[in-house]
Each structure stands twice: as structure tokens, then as C-alpha cells.
């Protein structure tokens, strides 16, 4: 099928607007919601690989950036981060307004740094790594997550996805230590969050008792026929040391 780049450019430069979706939504979302296995699995990741980092008695920073609702915000707090916010969007309540390539924030500044599903959007991926790099202070990490598997979703562009071995290699190109890499479920449960894109794309809300179904024969089949060659996301833990 033939792609034409003029009208991908037309959808790209449209104004954004975010889901109507909560933070509780989205790291607890419902069974009957079509693309319930890719935020469960990116919630149970993030969550797990926030917990490896070091407890510390010191007073930590954290940064989420391009939060749009900040959904990990709860989750940071009660991990004694006192959270601050960046959206590419002016009027979106966060903190800071920048990008990932140019935060315009202080070097040194963060003790984490929390990039989830943006780095397919930046032009220049690369540079936002350093740019994250710059920002954290020596011993402190990082917490991404980047898609393997999706469809194109302009926010306000869509360039990149990655592989596991792609990510740790972005990382490590940083000057980060690469201490994890998570995959977001295996292949059954991507095709499964495939076949609930498909059906939504043809019957709306309206599918909700299908979705459910799908969602947890795909969650458990997921278990027993396990392969991460083929899944939804990648998320990394990395250390600038």
C-alpha cells in the first residue's frame, strides 16, 4: 500500500487533543477498555522498575517528562520524589513547558527522570537522551518506555519505534548504565492488544464485553506461551553514573 507522506504531514500538524484519560485509568485501567493489556503491562513495568532504585533518606527530585496527566505522579510521590512536571504543550498544567531534545531546565537538577511513550515522538531521540542525561544528577536514573509494536499515533509526530536491543543501545550512547530492560507482554499479547485495536476500529465503546473476553484469555495465554521477540513496549531502568 502506497503511503502518502502529504497527508501524514496534514494529520501530524493538526492540534492535539489528549484522551479524556485519568491518571488512575491509566495505570489502573478497566478489563473492558480496548487497550487495557498495553497500560496494565506499562503500569506493572514502570511500577516494578521504580522500585529497583535505591530507597535514600535525602530529599529527591524527580522529573516526568511529557507527563500530559502525569498518571506516574502518585506513584513517585509516595516513593519520597517530590515530582515536577514537562508537556510539549503550553496550558497543560505542567510545570515546565519544553521538549525532550530542550528541556531549558538546569544541569543537575533531578534525581529521576521518567520518559514514558515519548522518545517515538522526538525528532531527534539521541539528543533528547542527553538532554536527559544532562539534567540528572551523577547516580541518578532514568525511566523510560518506548514502543515495539503500535500504530501511528502523531503527538504531534510519530518517527520512531524500537527494538529491545535498540533502546539499551540509545541509552548507553548517553553515557547511561543500563541496569534493565523490560518487555510490555510477549507476542500473544500483542497480537491480542492487535485484535482489540482492529475491533474498536469497527464497533467503538459498543465492544467493551469483546475487549474484556480478549483481554484476559490474551493476559493468561500470555504467561504460558511466553516470547519477547514480538510485544507492545520496551521499558528501560538506566543509572548515569
Known amino acids: 500500500m502506497r503511503i502518502d507522506l502529504g497527508s501524514l504531514s496534514l494529520h501530524a500538524a493538526r492540534p492535539y487533543t489528549p484522551a479524556p484519560y485519568s491518571g488512575r485509568n491509566r495505570t489502573r485501567p478497566s478489563l473492558l477498555r480496548h487497550d487495557y493489556l498495553s497500560l496494565d503491562a506499562l503500569s506493572a513495568d514502570v511500577e516494578r522498575l521504580v522500585d529497583e532504585i535505591p530507597d535514600s533518606t535525602a530529599r529527591r527530585f524527580a522529573l516526568d517528562l511529557g507527563c500530559d ?80 509494536v503500535w ?14 536491543q535498540g533502546i539499551a ?44 473476553v480478549v483481554n484476559v484469555a490474551g493476559k493468561a495465554l500470555d504467561r504460558i506461551v511466553r516470547n519477547e521477540l514480538f510485544c507492545i513496549n520496551f521499558a528501560v531502568l538506566a543509572r548515569r553514573t
Open 69 to 148: 496527566s502525569s498518571p506516574y505522579g502518585d506513584l513517585l510521590s509516595r516513593r519520597g520524589y517530590s515530582v515536577r512536571t514537562l508537556d510539549l504543550t503550553p496550558g497543560s498544567g505542567a510545570d515546565f513547558v519544553g521538549t525532550a531534545e530542550e528541556t531549558g531546565l538546569p544541569a543537575e537538577s533531578f534525581d529521576l527522570v521518567l520518559c514514558t511513550q515519548v522518545l517515538e515522538h522526538c525528532n531527534d531521540p539521541w539528543r533528547a537522551v542527553r538532554e536527559i542525561h544532562r539534567i540528572l544528577r551523577p547516580g541518578g536514573y532514568l525511566v523510560a518506555s518506548a514502543p515495539h
Open 169 to 212: 543501545h540509545l541509552c548507553r550512547g548517553a553515557g547511561f548504565d543500563v541496569q534493565a530492560v523490560l518487555s510490555q507482554g510477549g507476542t500473544v499479547l500483542a497480537a491480542a492488544q492487535v485484535a482489540n485495536f482492529l475491533a474498536f476500529g469497527v464497533l467503538g465503546r459498543a465492544g467493551a464485553p469483546l475487549y474484556a
Open 151 to 164: 500504530f501511528y499515533h502523531p503527538h504531534p509526530t510519530d518517527h520512531w519505534r524500537f527494538t529491545q
